[in-house]
């Protein structure tokens, strides 16, 4: 619900907060399309603090850059993320919303019920927690294993032992003659009760509280001599829960006391599913301020049974230095980042956070993909974001009666829109879980299954899905269309699928907040060349300028520029490429205009024509080619789903590929080349007409055009010298 994503929001708003993080920061956002990421990209939205997504499929070299390049120390991820953000430097913290299984109050409360019960077991072996799905150690096994950790314990002499999770009481009893004060703290009250009346019933100093390991450092501080944990480990919820217990077993430690830990269960080593296995390789990463060494000792597998045979221990010397309050070992940065799970921000308070954004300050960075190789970071403001979302309200009414489907990667800026847009409409997101996203039978199903009524997307990506659509089953009332050439097909073939969905094509760049202009798609002229591009948005400014920077007349071309509230605030950290991008609007004499890097023109009736990119230009036997205008040709043949020209380099010079995805009784590749050859000259006619069975499309749902160029270069390689 709006009350359950506004709490989740401040709590993490709060926790980056709580963490240092306020204006200027940058929290990167690996964009999983889970409610976490939802979550914590308006926790930073409310913090103040500058989101910036990550994509979870790029490479982690390529986050990393964006991680360095924005100076994060906060990531907010998934648990799946952590191995490649341990080794990111600069990364201090890692906040897992989704990550409920850590540690969680369900967790908690069924490791209660199944200790209460297991603690007070007829089976020895059982009641010290092994055998639970089968016999396999003998009573003598565990009276060996007792004697082998004592012996682990006695090499520091201890004078004070806490053993956290000590069951039945099996190890305490096994110390207890050789130290002079044994404390012990575990989840199941049961064996806490049956721990009190064995030492008041031997006479023994001792002190036992209910809970769990985590809390050790709150509810028995120590200091201690030894901190034991025996068969405990592999009963915890997730890695991260380890590292954090080691944490707070630092805190309780003496200066150069011993970590004792027993019976660790090495990778692809556990007998049954469940129970945690530990890489002798996460030794290597503690925290040097904490612990002095980590001695790992392998066992003799002549001396064990082979499943107790397989695991290892591990002696963890503490550092000399004073121990740090427990809260401050738990909130200071390690050389391994801090993970945050799910149970930690829910103990956060859910208030309004003070001292909230403004519109002058830096909402989100987008990292697009630069000329030079190199991610280039689009910066944009509070301002334009609201204008954006003002003006789609206004315009097209979303509101609580409406749902819908978030397709795009959260490092599209389409996605920008559905976070804020839509959630801030009454309006439901729909998540699709990422791996179903490049599955358009799937992405289909739901379409046709659940009450969407809302779409937005680059056009190839819902091209993708239509094939699979029966017609008049759909319910969508509205579909954004934008970032690429809109078929001329395409809208009719929507509304076969849902009679009363109104299609808008949108225009604009990410330096100009997602979309600066509309046009809403009635019936399509078969003429026209393209879907016209529409009118500005409101408080912003369109021009087409010559090669003067003057404007041209209506029905000429030339170059698109855009002002007004709608600019980015330039390029993250580069004032070279943001001068040369956004440049003094000498039109209205009012602030900066874009520089977009488009051709258009004004129509006769106010309307602006989308004439491509200019780097969509190239050079054929001397003339100019925009590859657009080939496509219009082809696509105007209703049984064509996609097109798209590429120039590849042949012989000095260069060639056109055309690639198409077509119906199953779609024309074939001389019927689309005599097409080209009515209403082409012949430098236009691409060389090799190619079809496929469906396009490539990128991350953001765009024709993937380098994986076709590549296609191509294979196709022209493999011709006869």
Not at 512 to 518: G, R
Not at 688 to 708: C, F, Q, Y
Request: net charge negative.
């Amino acid at each position: 619900t709006y009350a359950e994503l506004a709490a989740e929001a401040r709590r993490i708003a709060a926790l980056l907060r709580q963490l240092g993080l306020g204006r200027g920061e940058h929290v990167g956002v690996v964009g999983h399309h889970t409610p976490g990421t939802v979550a914590g990209a308006h926790g930073a939205l409310l913090a103040g603090v500058t989101y910036v997504p990550l994509d979870p499929r790029w490479p982690p070299a390529r986050s990393r850059h964006v991680l360095a390049a924005v100076r994060a120390r906060v990531v907010i991820a998934a648990a799946s993320d952590l191995p490649w953000l341990r080794d990111t430097p600069g990364i201090q913290h890692v906040i897992t919303p989704d990550d409920t299984a850590s540690a969680g109050e369900d967790w908690r409360q069924a490791t209660t019920v199944l200790w209460d019960g297991i603690t007070r077991a007829e089976d020895p072996a059982e009641a010290a927690g092994f055998n639970l799905s089968g016999g396999q150690v003998t009573a003598g096994e565990v009276e060996h294993y007792a004697r082998h950790v004592a012996g682990l314990v006695a090499e520091s002499a201890p004078g004070t032992v806490l053993e956290i999770g000590f069951g039945s009481g099996l190890l305490l009893r096994e110390l207890s003659t050789s130290v002079s004060m044994l404390s012990g703290i575990d989840p199941a009250p049961a064996a806490v009760a049956d721990a009190d009346q064995w030492a008041a019933t031997a006479d023994i100093f001792a002190d036992f509280v209910t809970g769990f390991a985590d809390e050790v450092g709150t509810l028995l501080p120590g200091p201690y001599d030894t901190v034991l944990l025996a068969s405990t480990a592999q009963f915890f919820p997730s890695q991260e829960y380890f590292r954090r217990v080691l944490r707070a077993v630092a805190g309780v430690l003496s200066p150069g006391g011993t970590a004792v830990l027993a019976e660790l269960i090495p990778p692809a080593a556990a007998p049954v599913d469940g129970l945690l296995e530990v890489d002798p390789a996460l030794f290597d990463t503690l925290d040097g301020k904490l612990w002095d060494r980590a001695e790992i000792r392998r066992r003799d597998p002549a001396d064990w049974s082979p499943v107790l045979g397989s695991r290892y221990d591990v002696l963890l010397q503490r550092s000399a230095a004073p121990a740090p309050p427990a809260e401050e070992i738990l909130d200071s940065p390690a050389d391994q980042p801090q993970t945050h799970t799910a149970w930690d921000i829910a103990g956060l308070p859910d208030h309004p956070v003070p001292d909230p954004p403004g519109p002058a300050d830096t909402a989100y960075v987008i990292f697009t993909s630069g000329s030079t190789g190199t991610p280039k970071g689009v910066r944009v403001g509070h301002r334009s974001l609201v204008n954006l979302v003002q003006w789609i309200h206004a315009d097209y009414r979303l509101g609580p009666g409406d749902q819908g489907l978030q397709v795009v990667s959260f490092t599209f800026d389409l996605s920008i829109f559905d976070l804020t847009g839509v959630l801030s409409s009454g309006a439901a997101l729909r998540l699709l879980p990422g791996d179903l996203l490049g599955e358009p039978a799937e992405v289909a199903r739901t379409l046709e299954s659940e009450p969407i009524t809302y779409w937005n997307s680059a056009p190839a990506a819902l091209g993708w899905a239509l094939p699979f659509l029966k017609p008049g089953t759909g319910r969508l009332r509205l579909v954004f269309l934008s970032g690429d050439w809109i078929p001329l097909t395409m809208p009719d073939e929507v509304r076969a699928f849902a009679p009363g969905a109104l299609c808008v094509s949108l225009g604009g760049a990410t330096e100009t907040t997602v979309w600066s202009n509309d046009y809403r798609i009635g019936a399509v002229d078969p003429g026209w060349a393209s879907v016209p591009y529409g009118r500005p948005m409101p408080n912003s400014r369109y021009y087409i300028l010559d090669d003067q920077h003057q404007q041209a007349p209506v029905g000429v071309s030339g170059d698109m520029y855009i002002g007004g509230t709608c600019l980015a605030e330039g390029y993250h950290d580069d004032p070279e490429r943001t001068a040369e991008a956004f440049i003094p609007d000498t039109i209205s004499g009012d602030g900066l205009m874009y520089r977009t890097g488009d051709r258009g023109a004004w129509g006769a009736d106010g309307e602006l024509v989308f004439l491509g990119r200019v780097d969509h230009q190239v050079k054929i036997r001397g003339f100019r080619v925009e590859l657009g205008e080939i496509e219009s040709v082809i696509s105007r043949n209703a049984r064509v789903r996609a097109v798209a020209v590429v120039p590849v380099p042949a012989g000095g010079d260069r060639q056109l590929f055309a690639f198409y995805v077509a119906d199953p009784d779609g024309p074939d590749d001389a019927e689309l080349r005599e097409s080209c050859q009515q209403e082409l000259p012949p430098y236009m006619v691409p060389s090799e007409i190619v079809r496929l069975g469906v396009m490539p499309l990128t991350g953001n749902g765009k024709v993937d055009r380098a994986s076709l160029q590549n296609q191509a270069r294979d196709e022209i390689s493999r011709r006869p010298s």
